[in-house]
């Protein structure tokens, strides 16, 4: 699932200051306000007045430190804004410069003769300076390549490496520190620990901001991988070929030491399943990233549908999607955020006129199948969840209905709705009613759970996981669900008459 207690999120119209107001405290206080009399009552609004125009104007006054400015995270639409200023943008030989300025994800360029010692999960550059005495220690920093630098505990988990700057002379260093294989090539280093094994995350934290870290050196680079899995590399190979024309080195598990030119440590990472073209050199965009998936899944797309011809005796290449029906992929749930009615949903989705396809994907399910479904379909239909990940895969100009179950707005609306508006899909947000929750039937009409879920999320991530993600399914109104399979069958078939333009 995606793990949505990534900053401290501000409601609307709440102020920085006011974010740091106890509630419950507060409430005491106020308690006993009208117990007062007037003259005590007006002084102490006045007193209150004063001190809030004090904490609002404060920030503009007197700044906060930096460290506590990052946890806050504005919400309700308004975006972090990256510097387009890069801070590491000129690097000598022999040094380090790590730029630490992102909520996300800490990022180090090194420059010279750099050499990895997987034995002290270090890597040294050499520096040979004759004013400086030999073996002395120009700069170390520490990083935990990994783009959520944000969650502690989750950071906690992820392989920490120290880059070291030494001064020393040549024969030294071939004497101790030899290089096995030499690259010409740069180095990406970076972990597909953390939450890897959830689409979601190996996506939005690891496939995307490896494109947008390499995509400059046109394939002419070398991943090196802490936390290797084999299976990560034969999940996406049909990816990485696209992004490196060199084999990964398992930074742990190969004990040779490799030797660089350039190497840069850590992932750069934009928002939510993005890439934000004015960071990017040719102002690549997440267009570009999904024409990587295109190139990569092909030819196996090409090689399932020759297997199934051959399996019926057909020699002609059956082009996918060539039905006269629009095609509509329903992303299937077991558990929770289930669909209890899909089955009817299918046979009403039918009766519109779509060809209906019911997609399960599995953590084992090959991605190319999944790809081939939703590269030829015109329209996708699924819960919230990482399962959504899957947008990335549908064609510009279609359309990506969620499901919004309680509880999930902002989360649904902030990790795939404003993302595959991006791509340039039609999105369309189906937030449910109370009674299309599966939740109706165990809390009273009236119940926060079911009349504030806001007031519920506020509470903690842990009510939320336990009530809104974990329990929940849902019952679809399909009288009122139908408006949008209508308005998403017209819509596709006028694309298709040339009546409307695909974005």
């Known amino acids: 699932m995606v793990h949505y207690q990534r900053y401290i999120q501000l409601r609307k119209g709440v102020t920085i200051a006011a974010a740091f107001v106890d509630e419950e405290d507060a409430c005491v206080h106020m308690s006993g306000c009208n117990k007062r009399s007037k003259p005590k009552l007006l002084f102490f609004l006045l007193f209150c007045t004063l001190l ?49 300025s992102s909520i996300r994800s800490d990022v180090c360029i090194i420059k010279g003769d750099i050499r990895t010692n997987s034995q002290s999960f270090s890597v040294f550059v050499y520096n040979s300076d004759n004013r400086v005495s030999k073996g002395k220690i120009l700069k170390q920093e520490k990083i935990r390549p990994y783009t959520r ?11 920490e490496l120290t880059l070291i700057a030494l001064n020393s002379n040549r024969s030294e260093i071939e004497n101790r520190h030899k290089c096995d294989v030499k ?67 398992d930074f742990s598990g190969d004990k040779r030491t490799h030797c660089f030119s350039e190497s840069v440590v850590g992932l750069k990472i934009h928002d939510e399943l993005t890439v934000d073209s004015s960071l990017m050199e040719g102002s690549k965009t997440i267009k570009d990233f999904r ?53 009817v949903l299918v046979k009403m989705a039918s009766k519109i006129g779509y060809d209906v396809t019911v997609l399960k994907p599995q953590r084992t399910s090959e991605l190319a199948k999944i790809y081939r479904e939703l590269n030829s379909s015109d329209v996708m239909v699924g819960v919230h969840g990482a399962a959504m990940t899957h947008f990335l895969f549908m064609k510009p100009g279609s359309v990506f209905i969620q499901v919004v179950p309680l509880g999930t707005t902002w989360a649904a609306e902030t990790y795939y709705g404003e993302p595959a508006k991006k791509l340039g899909l039609r999105y369309i947000g189906y937030e449910i009613l109370p009674r299309e929750s599966s939740l109706y039937d165990e809390y009273e009409s009236n119940d926060p759970v079911l009349r504030d879920p806001n007031s519920v999320n ?23 669900f139908r408006k949008r399979l209508v308005r998403s069958y017209i819509y596709t078939m006028a694309k298709r008459n040339g009546v409307v333009r695909s974005q």
């Open 52 to 100: 809030s125009s004090c904490l609002i104007l404060s920030p503009h006054l007197f700044p906060f430190p930096k460290s506590t400015v990052s946890l806050l995270y504005p919400s309700d639409g308004q975006k972090v804004h990256h510097s387009k200023i890069n801070a590491c943008s000129s690097v000598t030989n022999g040094t380090i410069c790590c730029d630490r």
């Open 149 to 159: 630098k944000w969650e502690p505990l989750t950071m906690a988990t992820i392989d």
């Open 183 to 249: 690259h010409d090539v740069p180095a990406v280093f970076f972990s597909t620990g953390g939450y890897t094994g959830n689409v979601y995350h190996e996506f939005n934290d690891g496939l995307i901001p490896l494109y947008i870290t390499s995509q400059k050196y046109n394939k002419k680079v070398v991943f090196v991988i802490l936390e290797y899995h084999d299976w990560w590399i034969t999940k996406y190979a049909n990816i990485l070929k696209h992004l490196s024309d060199f084999e990964p080195v």
């Open 291 to 343: 024409d990587i998936l295109d190139k990569g899944y092909a030819p196996r797309i090409q090689g399932l549908i020759l297997e199934e011809n051959a399996k019926s005796g057909n020699n002609l290449i059956k082009l996918v999607g060539a039905s006269d029906k629009p095609k509509l992929v329903i992303i299937s749930r077991n558990g929770s955020r289930a669909i209890l009615n899909e089955n």
């Open 458 to 480: 506020d509470r903690g991530w842990e009510f939320t996981k336990k009530i809104y993600l974990d329990r929940q399914k849902v019952r679809l109104n399909l009288g009122r």
